[in-house]
């Protein structure tokens, strides 16, 4: 990658690191229902769950956390290899009535490949590599399709980049609710959409789709 070096789900790994350091050599032993956690064990599960829901809206973000701390006496937190989640076998996964929340770090390195393989950019320049900033993976809901899993990804790019040209060449499987959108962002503005798409076949076969589109 260009420019910073990549560290996808950084702020996520540290809150679960954080609490997973907090527990006693008892509490290590075995998957905890909730209510066996401190008060301030409890505040730290809640915080390393906010770095996933804290990428929704606001108003989303707050019910879906009201939520959570409502259902914790019904959640169990459970996890193997370190309590850093910084090597390949690591693992924790936090799951109650609604909420499932897992981050093996191979889930991250996975994610990455694959998209360095299948997203494509280009500038006036020519091809370049922006930098993955994050990855997340959260739960989400939609009245259509009930609960799903929603993948997100932000790039990094260079002050100069317009016109941006971006190329995803991934099969999309004939799945009719799968759906991707693209997002764009400037500093001190809002997010704006860019184009959102699902199975797009010709004769058949999914087509490679290319995005064309100026900053602002």
Do not use: K
Request: proline share 5%; glycine share 6%; aromatic share 10%.
């Amino acid at each position: 990658m260009n420019g910073p070096e990549n560290m996808p789900l950084m702020q996520e790994r540290e809150a679960f690191a954080a609490l997973l350091r907090s527990l006693s050599d008892e509490q290590r032993e075995a998957a905890l229902n909730v209510t066996e956690l401190s008060a301030d064990q409890q505040v730290l599960l809640l915080a390393a769950v906010e770095t996933y829901v804290g990428d929704l809206n606001e108003s989303d973000a707050a019910a879906y956390m009201a939520q959570y701390t409502a259902e914790l006496s019904e959640t169990v937190l459970g996890y193997s290899g370190t309590t850093e989640v910084n090597t390949e076998d690591d693992y924790v996964r936090i799951h109650g009535p609604t909420l499932w929340q897992e981050i093996p770090a191979t889930h991250v390195a996975v994610i990455t490949r694959y998209f360095a393989q299948h997203l494509q950019f280009q500038n006036g320049d020519g091809t370049f590599s922006p930098t993955l900033a994050d990855v997340a993976i959260e739960t989400a809901q939609n009245d259509h399709v009930g609960r799903y899993a929603l993948l997100t990804l932000q790039y990094q790019f260079p002050a100069s980049t317009s016109p941006l040209y971006l190329t995803y060449d991934a099969i999309m499987h004939e799945v009719r609710n799968q759906r991707a959108a693209v997002y764009w962002q400037e500093s001190g503005s809002d997010p704006r959409i860019i184009e959102e798409f699902g199975y797009r076949p010709l004769d058949g076969m999914q087509q490679p789709i290319q995005l064309e589109f100026l900053s602002r």
